[in-house]
């Protein structure tokens, strides 16, 4: 993206909106395998959580005696037919998530059987004392009233740089989960959570931060995608901020990304090439008030904006196997998509964020489960090989 020569602020203009054709043509994108984590699983001999967790919880009962393994926010693919998978911040909000713990999971799609094996993961702390203010645990253990963890890479050193929303922050971490590095603050952008603990003006509403990061395919920089509009920009228009990974600050490039409808919000944010990116849009509803949800291919214009191609309407994937017991027709009906994975040039990986319990996308009475969706692409996304696993 660096060699794209885009200086200054911000051309705050529109990009493409509506429905575009697919890239490629008219041919659809297809369902190659589905599979399905069960909403109640949880870290076996881990704490309890869920003490302050309230209102319908659609067939669970709280507090709960282990860790959900829930939420998923970001993924990494390990190349190995394993993923690393960044749980959510927990139950929702800051005030009711103080017993959960931030967490990693190590996990494998077993597509023939439709479900997910759990590995292992790692748990986020602060043992050097890094953040500078006063966490919920004394033992510097990380928690959802801590940070909200939203989006994740892994870099060639095998550390990870996770996006907050609470800051929002970049927040690096070792390949054991150790914060290594103060939290990094966006210059101009305050969640609430932030403002209510320094007394500075909020800038962004509340889960409106790091919904999406992105890495060069060199490794240099980060590009980090806002959820929500800044205050003072044009209504739907989301900040996509350059970071230097080897200075570890903000370069002050920045570029625009423009929602179809600024009630509409972000899911993820990765790379496909310099200056290309795959990123998940959607609006806010599930089950039957689910309409859009889609993943665009966004390209850098000189102009500062991002050009949106669509890629796949989550609501209308080709199913011609009927893979998950499923009509010909697939949709991924969720309030929340979170996470996508390139496999190769023609094939991705999509998962959601089941909101533990409180999200009903496939029942209105029961919880979701987290289902992990791969996709056939109609034509090749050209990614740049360093950023295939």
């Known amino acids: 993206m660096r060699k794209i020569a885009v200086i200054g602020l911000l051309a705050l203009t529109a990009s493409m909106v509506g429905t575009p054709s697919y890239a490629g043509g008219s041919h659809k994108p297809t369902l190659t395998g589905w599979a399905s984590l069960p909403a109640g699983t949880f870290v076996p001999g881990s704490e309890p959580s869920g003490a302050l967790v309230t209102g319908n919880l659609n067939g669970f009962t709280a507090p709960f005696a282990d860790q959900p393994i829930q939420g998923f926010s970001g993924i990494v693919d390990n190349g190995d037919g394993t993923f690393d998978v960044l749980s959510d911040n927990g139950y929702g909000n800051q005030a009711n998530s103080g017993d959960f713990l931030l967490r990693v999971q190590k996990l494998a799609?077993?597509?023939?059987?439709?479900?997910?094996?759990?590995?292992g993961g790692i748990t986020l702390t602060d043992p050097n004392a890094k953040v500078p203010w006063k966490l919920t645990r004394a033992d510097r253990v990380l928690t959802g009233a801590d940070f909200d963890p939203e989006s994740i890479v892994k870099v060639a050193d095998g550390s990870y740089w996770i996006g907050d929303e609470f800051g929002p922050y970049l927040l690096h971490f070792d390949r054991a989960g150790r914060l290594l590095d103060a939290p990094v603050a966006l210059p101009g952008v305050i969640a609430p959570e932030t403002a209510a603990r320094t007394g500075e003006t909020a800038t962004a509403r509340s889960s409106k931060g790091f919904e999406g990061l992105?890495?060069?395919?060199?490794?240099?920089?980060?590009?980090?995608?806002l959820e929500g509009t800044v205050t003072g920009d044009p209504a739907g228009s989301l900040r996509l901020n350059e970071f230097d990974v080897l200075r570890k600050q903000y370069t002050g490039k920045r570029w625009t990304y423009q929602l179809d409808n600024p009630d509409f919000a972000i899911g993820d944010a990765i790379s496909i090439a310099d200056g290309r990116f795959l990123i998940i849009e959607r609006d806010n509803g599930q089950g039957a008030t689910a309409v859009t949800k889609k993943i665009y291919e966004a390209v850098v214009q000189r102009d500062g904006s991002l050009k949106k191609t669509l890629v796949v309407d989550l609501m209308n994937v080709s199913n011609p196997r009927k893979i998950g017991g499923f009509g010909t027709t697939f949709t991924f009906p969720f309030q929340t998509i979170e996470d996508v994975v390139i496999l190769d040039n023609r094939t991705i990986a999509v998962l959601n964020d089941n909101n533990f319990p409180f999200s009903t996308g496939r029942s209105a009475t029961a919880a979701d489960n987290n289902e992990w969706i791969t996709i056939a692409l109609p034509s090749s996304l050209r990614v740049d090989r360093r950023l295939l696993p």
């Open 214 to 225: 992105a890495v060069a395919p060199d490794g240099r920089h980060l590009y980090a995608l």
């Open 109 to 119: 799609p077993v597509f023939k059987s439709n479900k997910v094996d759990v590995l």
